[in-house]
């Protein structure tokens, strides 16, 4: 189920237009994929198309929210009918929320689990079907994160979405053992990307001093999202299970198996040190 050359095929990706989507998206073009770049930030995408082309492959965008089961069919409905079924589906789309729970509002939650976990539900429920029916070697990335794993404070829906993404990853790996459709579970660690940026998903209860001193931990202990993306071609190549990427993905992953008590200690003097907690 590993596809070994990525000139031509098809790949459409979820969240493109920033972040680790949007690397990915980079990433796959400079294989020589044919993109579909997928978000709703509909100048980003723009400029995401621009820079795709310069590569010299094709990109067509779409403004879609994924959390949206019609849009999403619809969609589905489009890719297919220009060309037929996907050879890589990467659900990348996801956003967060800081606070602790019991300082936070309710309001976030449909938000978050609608993003972060009916996404990826649409996009494989509305794209998985053709590419199963077409045959031959296709992979779906999925991505969950450190905190499907092993959850960070503060991060309550945030980890709750993970770990459903996680789980659900892992049920369809098994109703697709003999087809030649693969899942790949991506769980990124500690990445710098714009989804610790601004207001929108923070709670108020959070400080402008806790907010800066989080961004600091990010920039200085966190890497780059094109280290994910890259990790995300090699999975796609090689026919990968579990990619654990970036800062302390590996470390958690392991220790958690050694003992939850240690995880729960290290997580806890994390977010003191990040300064969220």
């Known amino acids: 189920m590993a596809i070994a050359d990525l000139h031509g095929r098809r790949v459409l990706i979820t969240g493109a237009a920033s972040g680790i989507g949007r690397a990915a998206t980079l990433a796959f073009a400079r294989r020589g994929a044919r993109i579909i770049a997928v978000d709703l930030n509909i100048s980003a995408l723009q400029t995401l198309k621009r820079d795709v082309e310069t590569l010299?492959?094709?990109?067509?965008?779409?403004?879609?929210?994924?959390?949206?089961?019609?849009?999403?069919?619809?969609?589905?409905?489009?890719?297919?009918?220009?060309?037929?079924?996907?050879?890589?589906?990467?659900?990348?789309?996801?956003?967060?929320?800081?606070?602790?729970?019991?300082?936070?509002?309710?309001?976030?939650?449909?938000?978050?689990?609608?993003?972060?976990?009916?996404?990826?539900?649409?996009?494989?429920?509305?794209?998985?079907?053709?590419?199963?029916?077409?045959?031959?070697?296709?992979?779906?990335?999925?991505?969950?994160?450190?905190?499907?794993?092993?959850?960070?404070?503060?991060?309550?829906?945030?980890?709750?979405?993970k770990g459903a993404v996680w789980s659900f990853a892992e049920v369809l790996k098994m109703e697709l053992a003999g087809s030649g459709v693969g899942v790949t579970t991506i769980c990124p660690g500690v990445i710098d990307t714009p989804i610790v940026h601004g207001r929108a998903n923070i709670a108020r209860s959070v400080t402008d001093e806790q907010i800066g001193r989080l961004q600091a931990y990010y920039r200085e202990q966190g890497c780059a999202p094109e280290r994910v993306a890259e990790d995300m071609v090699r999975a796609v190549r090689e026919g990968g299970d579990i990619v654990l990427t970036g800062p302390y993905a590996r470390i958690v992953h392991h220790a958690r198996r050694v003992s939850l008590k240690l995880v729960r200690r290290l997580m806890i003097r994390s977010a003191r040190r990040a300064g969220y907690l």
């Open 56 to 161: 010299g492959v094709a990109c067509s965008i779409h403004a879609v929210d994924v959390s949206d089961a019609a849009a999403m069919q619809a969609l589905a409905e489009t890719v297919h009918a220009r060309g037929g079924a996907l050879d890589v589906l990467v659900n990348n789309a996801g956003i967060g929320y800081l606070g602790r729970f019991l300082d936070s509002d309710l309001e976030h939650w449909p938000r978050v689990l609608g993003v972060n976990v009916m996404g990826v539900v649409h996009g494989c429920r509305f794209f998985i079907p053709a590419m199963v029916a077409a045959g031959g070697a296709r992979r779906v990335l999925i991505v969950s994160s450190s905190a499907g794993n092993y959850p960070a404070p503060t991060m309550a829906a945030y980890a709750a979405s």
